[in-house]
């Protein structure tokens, strides 16, 4: 019989908490459930609504200020052909970032009950215990391991959930941020539209 391989890695790698195991302190959402918070993201446009639309008025409390009156303009060349090519890309690449959000959200939503071994049982068992002939099914006790994944996932579901947040937020500011390009392309196009020589002046 051959002596066991020591392993040349640490068996517990990570560094005990700070007077150690027992007095670690658990995060500040230990145990909270921020489900309510994480939002329900979609793409409200199939096509982008047409620049020859007249825009609409932005809210005042979206957070962009109104235009400062300054000089007067100089010659304006938009191209606006090469914005919307670039709104309808930025369209596309916003459903497929939605709809894999959306399938993680749901997976998170769905499994962080169970998912870190909460509540799990033993596997049961048959035993002949009774004195006669036949068997009778035990079943499984709670498993060793499961208040441990309680503790693990009463800090993890928390910050799983705060994740999917902040993900869900971004895709929500590249929504706000489409809805501004096409909102320029818009004001463009009314801004030519309005264009016109003034009136000749009075004769006498």
Known sequence: MTDPINSQYDTTPLPAAEGGDDQSEPGADHG???????????VAWGEPPSFNDDPQKIPSDSGTEGPTPGDPSGDLR????????TERSLLTESRAAVATYEEVRAKVL????????????SQG???NRLNHDGYIYVNGKDNPFAPAG??????????????LLQAGMA???????IALINHS?????????????PD????H
Do not use: W
């Not at 769905?110 to 049982?121: I, Y």
């Open 32 to 42: 909270k459930d921020l489900s309510g918070l994480v939002p329900n993201d979609k």
């Open 78 to 85: 938009i191209d606006l052909s090469a914005m919307r090519t």
């Open 110 to 121: 769905a499994k962080k009950d169970t998912v870190f071994g909460q509540g799990a049982k």
């Open 125 to 127: 068992y048959y035993s």
């Open 150 to 163: 309680e503790q693990f996932a009463a800090d993890m579901n928390p910050a799983m959930e705060r994740a």
């Open 171 to 177: 895709l929500e500011k590249l929504g706000e941020y």
């Open 185 to 197: 392309g818009q004001v463009y196009a009314h801004t030519d539209r309005e264009c016109r020589f």
């Open 200 to 203: 000749p002046p009075a004769t």
